[in-house]
């Protein structure tokens, strides 16, 4: 049978939706020939086409079923002959027309619209372009951990494919993304934001349906340890990745060449936090002290193995700044403040799921912790200080932001505020506070942290701030 070179392969992808007919590809002439779009509809399925392409097919094979050594005997052979052939390839042209006719000018899946459908249901709706490993990249898990819990297999990931069963959380009031993140005790909000398309400070309605992150699967019988060589992480679910390929993967991806660490891993092979014991270097009204101060973010998520650069802004030249290498320069100043009024200092900087683990070890044996960071907002006028505690020892946290920011600028607009913050959590043992040094988002906060002058009187204000708990 003579092939029709005008034409593009029909594909057809069995639908995860039964609402949803996915007809990969669409005819369309133009300057005679046709080229392919995607469309989806029900009016006519992929198979109906299919099908009726084998059955035209079929028939015409029939017709065509004529010998042509018999065009000397009967002379209306290859009449018939060329006949079929034109009226197969008629047949395909009205099959894949009637497709299109049928679709009632759709050209496109609204992906917002079934996204909204598919979250709402528990589900997750597959954009295109979208990959297993990025999607359990978002839910903070790994493919191997993401595809176990949904039942879902790796190989079998389409665009508009629809996965049961993704973890979801309800709002139980109106409210907004980040107090459901507080109170679910969610620590990484900015994760928790990115996963479902919204800012931490976007509203929420009461009932409102929310992807969550998917919890480690625990296995009945733990997997034989593997030794992990040297120069490599191992990963929570048990993946071992070179930290070379790590940092690379990290500095790739960095605004403007900006330098990140490299991850730090233990004797075993765990991603870690950074941890450095100082010394005082004077006597002063701290000695005997120990502070411990937290430099946010900087570190390598043990649950992906990607680097945690925390939040960003865009300074007066529109390079990008990272919030994790912000918080480490004004964390630093602090440091050198309390040493220089004999306090010893506990410096740890990392992930929030690395971090956390030393804060708690630490926590019986330090006077009070600083976790320092800086704020971001869709809204650019949002600005100032904002000091949160946590309300296990009210009191003692309240007392601490209370002197920090009675010492801070009034122009600042420095504000107290309660948040459920895992680094807050980690140490309720001692008076601690997270402070939110102005906001990314910002052009005045941003360029006052960039400014070295600006950052060594912040650095003042927070530790007069506890100069004058600690003395009380």
């Given at each position: 049978?003579?092939?029709?070179?005008?034409?593009?392969?029909?594909?057809?992808?069995?639908?995860?939706?039964?609402?949803?007919?996915?007809?990969?590809?669409?005819?369309?002439?133009?300057?005679?020939?046709?080229?392919?779009?995607?469309?989806?509809?029900?009016?006519?399925?992929?198979?109906?086409?299919?099908?009726?392409?084998?059955?035209?097919?079929?028939?015409?094979?029939?017709?065509?079923?004529?010998?042509?050594?018999?065009?000397?005997?009967?002379?209306?052979?290859?009449?018939?002959?060329?006949?079929?052939?034109?009226?197969?390839?008629?047949?395909?042209?009205?099959?894949?027309?009637?497709?299109?006719?049928?679709?009632?000018?759709?050209?496109?899946?609204?992906?917002?619209?079934?996204?909204?459908?598919?979250?709402?249901?528990?589900?997750?709706?597959?954009?295109?372009?979208?990959?297993?490993?990025?999607?359990?990249?978002?839910?903070?898990?790994?493919?191997?951990?993401?595809?176990?819990?949904?039942?879902?297999?790796?190989?079998?990931?389409?665009?508009?494919?629809?996965?049961?069963?993704?973890?979801?959380?309800?709002?139980?009031?109106?409210?907004?993304?980040?107090?459901?993140?507080?109170?679910?005790?969610?620590?990484?909000?900015?994760?928790?934001?990115?996963?479902?398309?919204?800012?931490?400070?976007?509203?929420?309605?009461?009932?409102?349906?929310?992807?969550?992150?998917?919890?480690?699967?625990?296995?009945?019988?733990?997997?034989?340890?593997?030794?992990?060589?040297?120069?490599?992480?191992?990963?929570?679910?048990?993946?071992?990745?070179?930290?070379?390929?790590?940092?690379?993967?990290?500095?790739?991806?960095?605004?403007?060449?900006?330098?990140?660490?490299?991850?730090?891993?233990?004797?075993?092979?765990?991603?870690?936090?950074?941890?450095?014991?100082?010394?005082?270097?004077?006597?002063?009204?701290?000695?005997?002290?120990?502070?411990?101060?937290?430099?946010?973010?900087?570190?390598?998520?043990?649950?992906?193995?990607?680097?945690?650069?925390?939040?960003?802004?865009?300074?007066?030249?529109?390079?990008?700044?990272?919030?994790?290498?912000?918080?480490?320069?004004?964390?630093?100043?602090?440091?050198?403040?309390?040493?220089?009024?004999?306090?010893?200092?506990?410096?740890?900087?990392?992930?929030?799921?690395?971090?956390?683990d030393e804060i708690s070890k630490y926590s019986d044996s330090v006077d009070a912790t600083l976790s320092v960071h800086l704020n971001y907002a869709d809204d650019a006028s949002a600005?100032?200080?904002?000091?949160?505690?946590?309300?296990?020892?009210?009191?003692?946290?309240?007392?601490?932001?209370?002197?920090?920011?009675?010492?801070?600028?009034?122009?600042?607009?420095?504000?107290?505020?309660?948040?459920?913050?895992?680094?807050?959590?980690?140490?309720?043992?001692?008076?601690?506070?997270?402070?939110?040094?102005?906001?990314?988002?910002?052009k005045t906060d941003l360029a006052n942290i960039l400014n070295q002058t600006d950052r060594t009187q912040k650095a003042i204000e927070i530790v007069d701030g506890l100069l004058d708990?600690?003395?009380?």
């Amino acid at each position: 049978m003579r092939a029709n070179n005008n034409y593009r392969r029909v594909y057809y992808d069995s639908s995860y939706n039964p609402n949803v007919t996915s007809v990969k590809s669409k005819y369309k002439k133009k300057d005679d020939e046709y080229t392919v779009k995607q469309f989806v509809g029900d009016t006519i399925t992929g198979a109906a086409i299919a099908l009726a392409i084998v059955n035209t097919t079929l028939a015409a094979s029939n017709k065509m079923l004529i010998n042509y050594n018999d065009k000397a005997e009967n002379p209306q052979t290859a009449i018939v002959q060329q006949q079929a052939e034109t009226d197969y390839d008629t047949d395909i042209q009205n099959i894949i027309n009637e497709a299109i006719d049928n679709q009632s000018q759709v050209d496109s899946v609204d992906v917002s619209a079934e996204k909204a459908k598919a979250k709402e249901a528990g589900n997750y709706y597959v954009a295109a372009g979208e990959t297993l490993w990025g999607i359990s990249s978002k839910f903070q898990t790994s493919v191997d951990n993401f595809a176990a819990y949904t039942d879902i297999s790796p190989d079998n990931l389409l665009a508009g494919q629809i996965i049961e069963n993704v973890p979801i959380i309800e709002a139980d009031a109106d409210t907004t993304l980040n107090d459901v993140a507080l109170k679910n005790n969610i620590a990484d909000i900015d994760a928790f934001a990115t996963l479902n398309e919204m800012s931490p400070d976007s509203p929420v309605s009461k009932g409102e349906k929310l992807y969550s992150f998917v919890p480690q699967v625990i296995e009945n019988i733990p997997p034989t340890p593997v030794e992990v060589p040297e120069g490599s992480a191992r990963l929570e679910d048990g993946t071992i990745l070179s930290t070379d390929y790590m940092y690379d993967v990290a500095i790739s991806v960095a605004p403007n060449g900006a330098e990140r660490p490299h991850p730090i891993v233990d004797s075993d092979g765990n991603i870690v936090a950074e941890v450095k014991i100082f010394e005082p270097t004077k006597k002063g009204e701290l000695s005997g002290k120990t502070i411990l101060v937290n430099s946010g973010h900087g570190g390598y998520n043990p649950n992906n193995g990607l680097f945690d650069p925390g939040t960003k802004g865009v300074d007066e030249n529109g390079n990008d700044v990272e919030e994790w290498y912000m918080n480490k320069l004004l964390a630093g100043q602090i440091k050198d403040d309390l040493l220089a009024k004999g306090a010893k200092v506990i410096y740890t900087s990392g992930s929030v799921y690395t971090v956390t683990d030393e804060i708690s070890k630490y926590s019986d044996s330090v006077d009070a912790t600083l976790s320092v960071h800086l704020n971001y907002a869709d809204d650019a006028s949002a600005q100032g200080y904002q000091i949160y505690t946590n309300t296990t020892e009210p009191d003692e946290n309240n007392e601490l932001a209370n002197n920090i920011v009675n010492n801070i600028d009034p122009n600042a607009s420095p504000s107290v505020r309660e948040g459920n913050y895992a680094v807050l959590r980690a140490s309720n043992n001692n008076p601690s506070v997270l402070i939110e040094a102005g906001f990314m988002s910002n052009k005045t906060d941003l360029a006052n942290i960039l400014n070295q002058t600006d950052r060594t009187q912040k650095a003042i204000e927070i530790v007069d701030g506890l100069l004058d708990s600690l003395r009380g």
